[in-house]
């Protein structure tokens, strides 16, 4: 993925924190960790078909972050014609980090912030940024 | 002698946000519903995942299919105003879209998608305040303003 745009697409849930983390890990990368190497684009748009929207995921490396087992992102990319390249949950982030319970779902607390670091370090590492932080684990 | 009264359910609404991840709108979206969900509105409202309601979401698809709903959209493509209208078959009892609200009130959108700060509180809770008055105009209503 190293010399082309990474789109990475959270899904949009807001029942629950994981879809948050998800998005803050793609706003991190974007901004922090990998920028100019990760775009976003709305799920939405590319829900109803934007043209900007489809050409953009079909033409690059594609990462799709869901918060729970539905996999909204994943199957919406899906649709549109073009398999994720990477398709993480973002649940498997935290067991693998327990202690760190979000507490809040749009205000993911400390512990939440810290499972973004880790979610969007592991995911830097494979986008081939060099901007890796201490600490992280599997995705 | 007891008197029988009959208790009836709370109405409710489906908030229907875009989510707009890519748009410091759609945050603001995703912060006013919660808001509305969690603050103002809490018996009346319920959210509606708009990626599930596409794939095929039962309860999704049941709840909007039953019960009257409010799209919320970050910007003028309007797309969850437009997905509802496609899946749900039948259009929204409302439908606001951010960008023209705040146009409306003079109000800025906020400066990131990332985070919203404190000089953005004006803006959620327009948004915020807006979502309840269209809440409280459907459940108002006499017969079928929701179940």
């Known amino acids: 993925m190293a010399n082309k745009t990474t789109v990475v697409l959270p899904c949009s849930g807001i029942g629950k924190p994981y879809g948050e983390i998800g998005r803050q890990s793609t706003y991190t990368l974007m901004e922090d960790l990998c920028p100019g190497k990760v775009t976003t684009t709305c799920l939405a748009k590319l829900m109803i078909g934007d043209p900007d929207a489809v050409e953009l995921v079909k033409n690059n490396p594609v990462i799709t972050l869901d918060g729970c087992a539905q996999d909204c992102a994943r199957k ?11 398709a993480v949950r973002v649940i498997n982030t935290f067991k693998h980090h327990r202690d760190l319970k979000p507490t809040g779902i749009l205000d993911l607390g400390e512990p939440g912030r810290k499972l973004v670091e880790i979610l969007a370090s592991d995911l830097a590492l494979e986008i081939d940024c060099p901007a890796k932080k201490e600490g992280s684990a599997d995705a | 002698m007891l008197e029988l009264v009959e208790i009836t359910p709370p109405k409710k609404v489906g908030i229907i946000p875009c989510n707009g991840e890519e748009l410091p709108e759609g945050t603001l979206t995703r912060f006013a519903c919660r808001k509305v969900l969690d603050q103002i509105k809490p018996n009346n409202t319920v959210t509606i995942c708009l990626p599930l309601f596409i794939n095929n979401g039962k309860e999704e698809r049941g709840f909007v299919e039953n019960f009257p709903t409010i799209t919320v959209d970050g910007c003028d493509k309007r797309c969850g105003q437009k997905i509802t209208e496609k899946l749900g078959g039948k259009k929204p009892e409302h439908s ?27 803006a959620i809770d327009l948004v915020a305040g807006e979502i309840a008055k269209k809440v409280d105009e459907i459940i108002s209503k006499p017969n079928d303003g929701g179940k």
């Open chain 1, 76 to 86: 919406n990319v899906e649709s549109a014609g073009k398999k994720p390249d990477r």
């Open chain 2, 96 to 122: 606001i879209v951010i960008t023209d609200l705040l146009k409306e009130h003079g109000i800025n959108a906020p400066g990131s998608a990332r985070t919203l700060v404190d000089m953005d509180q004006q």
